[in-house]
Antibody, heavy 120, light 107 residues
């Protein structure tokens, strides 16, 4: 059973960079794409982007190039960096696995989520 | 971006009821449509992928249908554990986008 676990600071100051890591267990990171999604308190879900295990990425343009997603296959981890954060970036951040092409790429395994608050 | 619109935004239902949630895409997405269930304080859980395929381990009372722009999630006999918020999501084009959610509450 694939399991994902987010880790990183729960509090980030405005204008600084948010950094989160997702550790994958119970399966290899190879062969799949891996995604970040966020959810502001009381609101809906926003897709941030994904990284293929080879390192190719695709990001949501709404984040105006502030987001960087990377992968470390040796550690079975992938990461998110979001620069120049503001209070609007306060959210629960989820990592998830992107399912196969044959299943039309659903987000089939999710981490538990981690709340990141942007505040001075 | 492809806009996903769910209706209703919320509904009240009783245990045993048949519940239907609709999701409309702003352009054709073929069958690149997924449904998730989210309970308070928990991560979303995949229920249906490719519009109508049931994810492993999900009860058969959940079903999905549709293609193109109009999709439906149906719960044939609502159970106490089904009270949650449901989201549709398109994986046809990036940026992938979600509907605003439908909250299913106890009547």
């Amino acid at each position: 059973q694939v399991q994902l676990l987010e880790s990183g600071p729960g509090l980030v100051k405005p204008s600084e960079t948010l950094s989160l890591t997702c550790t994958v267990s119970g399966g290899s990171i190879s062969g799949y794409s891996w995604s970040w999604i966020r959810q502001p308190p009381g609101k809906g879900l926003e897709w941030i982007g994904y990284v293929y295990y080879s390192g190719n990425t695709n990001h949501n343009p709404s984040l105006t190039s502030r987001a960087t997603i990377s992968v470390d296959t040796s550690k079975n981890q992938f990461s998110l960096r979001l620069s120049s954060v503001t209070a609007a970036d306060t959210a629960v951040y989820y990592c998830a696995r992107v399912g196969s092409r044959s299943s039309l790429w659903p987000l089939d395994y999710w981490g538990q989520g981690t709340l990141v608050t942007v505040s001075s | 971006d492809i806009q996903m619109t769910q209706s209703p935004s919320s509904l009240s239902a009783s245990v045993g009821d048949r519940v239907t949630i609709t999701c409309r895409a702003s352009q054709s997405i073929s069958n690149y449509l997924n449904w998730y269930q989210q309970k308070p304080g928990k991560a979303p859980k995949l229920l249906i992928y490719a519009a109508s395929s049931l994810q492993s381990g999900v009860p058969s009372r959940f079903s999905g249908s549709g293609s193109g722009t109009d999709f439906t999630l149906t719960i044939t006999s609502l159970q106490p554990e089904d009270f949650a918020t449901y989201y549709c999501q398109q994986s046809y084009n990036t940026p992938w986008t979600f509907g605003q959610g439908t909250k299913v509450e106890i009547k």
